[in-house]
């Protein structure tokens, strides 16, 4: 019997309709997971199930919670079922939490908002919840503020709001596609056991068909605003009956079939070395709450190499160093000790004046970030954008610069069309291909690709992916690949360095390091990559043969 069911659910702006006849129904103690890309419908979907999109947004259909109708009740009475009874979990803490209100204040509002409770009882359920969710020392860190929680504990707080007033049904929308494997692994565990506990009815939005494998039930595939594909878990990842449902999981299984379908997968052909990391240490000064002073180690005598048609992953949990080492090796920041080397040309080093790169070395390190929506100019045109580094950087003509611009939307896979328009008006997919775009302009030796995919959906990782595939064949590219991902490191990388805390715990080719992990770290980022079910569901040799 489900406690919160959708039926025909259309949602419109204006004359647009973005949501299509939609239905589906979440049961007690059962997880419904709506999948599909950036785009498909699936946030919107719900949010005008519950009453939380603009005004302007017109919604029809039904929409069922205990049996009564949603679509048309008052505000007020709407208010008083979410949160009180329909939970909510959304994908970006940072923005959702306000910067200014303490952690427990702000669960505490959880409560105080559907209940009258004395501020003794207010605070002891702030804490219990707290210490629910995995905060250690809960009592001291519940008048912390949200700048000072990690990724991971910003969630976990925003669950302990969800839960406060135990919900029949919890709304988790994309609730860990920024955090790293190993918190991602703890979050879904969390999940799961409060649903355990008390029945709960979740509805779980994700793109991605791995992390999906490990918590659902039932599965919903959404694209262009229809449900493509409804059926138990077992049935989507075993048999599934649309092609765009098979294109998700032929993505998913990106991660989720290594490490075995690397052990046989030869490495490109690696050129001389090209780039030389040798005994960087970098620390952070900061303040500590004792004494006003602190300084924290972020980098401890960090060395390897980057050959030339190389790309070199680099891992390890949120905190670990990787951006760090990212900036160092861009030339945006200069270590404490040891140097840096292009060519065997020291470029970063200790010393005073901050770093000092000349021109012609600037133009053969660049950089892509994890953000295309913030990385792009969102005032210039594409044109202009990719225009600039040939006017910094070269002595070419506008005819000559129009032409090179033009060469390289085709490079990245893009229409002509787009250099026209302004980022807003392109994809995330898109943006991310004209950052790479600007980083090959000036056809540079090296790319430091900071967590270039983590901000899309599945598919269009894997569209990325194969793009920096083809542009590393065609114009012997070397990159430094940062991520969390383990599964889009295995797929992309020749090797692998796994960072703990600031120190290199283990390097080597991505084959042997993901088959056969030495280290303790490295075998739970392993382990912690999502999608245990479907990889249950599609390990035998042949079929890791095919997909190798």
Known sequence: MSIFSVADLRVAFGSREIVHGVSFAAEPGKTLAI?????????????????????????????????????????????????AEIGFIFQDPLSN????????????????????????????????????????????????????????????????????????????DEPTTALDVTVQAQILD???????????????????????????????????????????????????????????????????????????????????????????????????????????????DISFDIRENQIVGLVGESGSGKSTIGRLVAGLDQPDEGSISLRDRAYSRPGPGGVAIDRQLRSQIQMVFQDPY???????????????????????????????????VRDVELPGDVLDRFPAQLSGGQRQRIAIARAIALEPSLIVADEPVSALDITTQARIIALLQALRRRRALSLLFISHD?????ELCDRVVVLEKGVVVEAGETARVFAAPRHPYTRRLIDAIPGKALRRSVETPERIAAHG
């Open 190 to 300: 969390l999940l799961k056991r409060i649903q355990q506990e008390h029945g709960t009815a979740m509805i779980f939005v994700s793109h991605d068909l791995a992390v999906v494998s490990d918590v659902a039930d039932n599965v919903a595939v959404m694209r262009g605003g229809h449900v493509v594909e409804q059926a138990p878990a077992d049935l989507i990842y075993q048999a599934p009956r649309q092609s765009y449902t098979k294109e998700l999981l032929g993505s998913a299984r990106l991660g989720a079939l290594i490490p075995r379908a690397w052990v046989s997968r030869p490495a490109p052909q690696a050129g001389p070395p090209l780039l030389s990391i040798d005994g960087v240490w970098r620390s952070f000064a900061g303040r500590s709450r004792a004494d006003g002073s602190l300084v924290k180690p972020v980098l401890n």
């Open 374 to 408: 913030a990385s792009l100019n969102p005032r210039r045109r594409i044109r202009s954008i990719l225009a600039e580094p040939y006017i910094i950087g070269t002595g070419l003509d506008a005819v000559a610069i129009r032409r090179r611009v033009e060469e390289l």
């Open 486 to 490: 383990l599964g889009v490191v295995s």
């Open 97 to 172: 939490l306000h910067p200014l209100k303490t952690v427990g204040d702000q669960i505490g509002e959880a409560i105080t908002a559907h209940r009258r409770v004395s501020r003794r009882e207010l605070r002891e359920r702030v804490l219990a919840l707290l210490a629910d969710v995995g905060i250690h020392n809960p009592l001291a860190r519940m008048d912390d503020y949200p700048r000072q929680f990690s990724g991971g504990m910003r969630q976990r707080a925003m669950i302990a709001a969800a839960i406060a007033l135990n919900p029949g049904v919890i709304i988790a």
């Open 35 to 83: 999948v599909g890309e950036s785009g498909s419908g699936k946030t919107a979907s719900l949010l005008g199930a519950t009453g939380l999109l603009p005004p302007s947004a017109r919604v029809r259909g039904s929409v069922l919670h205990k049996g009564r109708e949603l679509l048309g009740l008052p505000a007020r009475d709407l208010r008083l079922r979410r949160g």
